[in-house]
C-alpha cells in the first residue's frame, strides 16, 4: 500500500490571491470522490512555518511587507505545507505527499516578490530539510508556465540543489539550474519531460523530487502551453515512476491552482489518485 498526504488548511480557500486560485475547489472535489476513505490516502492539516524559518530565506523587510499586504497567514500555511510533505516523506512516515497551496512561491527571491507570490516554499522546504538533517540533495521540476526565478535565485550556486524549469525564456548554467523550451500540448509535454528532466534525476540522484506544479498550463488558465486536464495525472505518473527508481518513491508535488474551478476539480482529485497508485481514467 502507498502513504499518501494530501496537505491543505481552509485559509488556502482564501481571497488573498490577486485572484482566487480555486484550490479550496480542487480540495473540495478530492473529499467528494472519497479518496480521504481509501487506505493510505490521509488529510494532513498544514500548519504555518515559524517566523524564524522564514527569515532564514528572507530578509524582515520582505516579511514585513507580506505581513502589512495580509499574507502573512496564507504565505506562512502555503510553505508549511511543503514543509510538512517534505517532513513526512523524508522520515519514510509516507511515501509521497500533495500539498495544495493558497498562494504561490517561485516568484518570491530574497528580498522581493511578485507575481501572485510571496515568500518561496521550495527555498524554505529545503532549508528546513537540512537544518533538521535531511536531505540534502533536492531536485525541483518547476512546470508552471513562468520562469522561477525567485527559486532559482535563492538556490543558485547550491550544488546539492538541481532547479529545472519549464518556462522557454529563463537562463540556466546547465548543471544545477536548466531552463528548458515550452511545450505545446499534452503529448509533447509527457515526451520530453520523461526524455529531458528524467535522465537529469538519474544523473542528480536527489534524497527527494519536488514537483512544483503550477495549472496556468491548462488551455483554459492564462497559460500558452494548450494542456488539457490528463496531461497532470500523466506528467504525475512519469515523475512518480522517477522518484521511484532514484529516491525510493519520494515526490512531493506542490500544485497552487491558478486555472478556473472546473480545472482544479478536474486534476487535483486524478493526481492523489496516481500518487496514491490508484486508477485515474
Ligand atoms: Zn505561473
Ligand atoms: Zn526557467
Redesign the pocket.
Known amino acids: 500500500m502507498i502513504r499518501t498526504g494530501v496537505f491543505y488548511s481552509e485559509v488556502m480557500r482564501n481571497d488573498h490571491a490577486p485572484s482566487d486560485m480555486n484550490i479550496g475547489k480542487g480540495f473540495d472535489a478530492i473529499v467528494k470522490e472519497g479518496l480521504f476513505e481509501v487506505e493510505g490516502i490521509s488529510l494532513i492539516e498544514a500548519e504555518p512555518v515559524a517566523e524564524e524559518l522564514v527569515l532564514r530565506v528572507h530578509t524582515r523587510r520582505l516579511a514585513d511587507e507580506v505581513r502589512r499586504d495580509g499574507l502573512w497567514e496564507v504565505g506562512r500555511r502555503s510553505a508549511g505545507a511543503v514543509v510538512m510533505a517534505f517532513d513526512r516523506v523524508l522520515s519514510g512516515e509516507l511515501d509521497n505527499g500533495l500539498a495544495l497551496v493558497g498562494i504561490g512561491g517561485h516568484h518570491a527571491g530574497r528580498d522581493d516578490a511578485y507575481g501572485g507570490c510571496c515568500l518561496n516554499h521550495e527555498a524554505i522546504a529545503v532549508t528546513w530539510a537540512r537544518e533538521n538533517g535531511r536531505g540534502p540533495r533536492f531536485a525541483i521540476v518547476?512546470t508552471d508556465t513562468h520562469?522561477?526565478?525567485g527559486t532559482?535565485e535563492l538556490l543558485s550556486g547550491d550544488s546539492n540543489a538541481l532547479h529545472i524549469?519549464?518556462?522557454g525564456?529563463?537562463r540556466?548554467d546547465g548543471r544545477t539550474g536548466v531552463?528548458l523550451p515550452h511545450a505545446s500540448g499534452d503529448e509533447e509535454f509527457v515526451r520530453r519531460l520523461r526524455a529531458e528532466v528524467v535522465p537529469l534525476l538519474r544523473e542528480f540522484r536527489p534524497d527527494l523530487v519536488l514537483w512544483f506544479c503550477g495549472l496556468d498550463t491548462h488551455r483554459e488558465s492564462y497559460g500558452t502551453r494548450c494542456l488539457t486536464s490528463d496531461c497532470y495525472p500523466r506528467l504525475c505518473e512519469v515523475l512518480r515512476e522517477a522518484a521511484g527508481e532514484v529516491c525510493r518513491g519520494r515526490l512531493v508535488v506542490r500544485v497552487g491552482c491558478n486555472a478556473p474551478a472546473r480545472v482544479a476539480a478536474e486534476v487535483l482529485p486524478r493526481m492523489v489518485k496516481v500518487l496514491a497508485g490508484q486508477p485515474w481514467r
Open positions: 518547476d520562469h522561477g526565478d532559482r524549469c519549464y518556462c525564456y529563463g540556466g531552463c
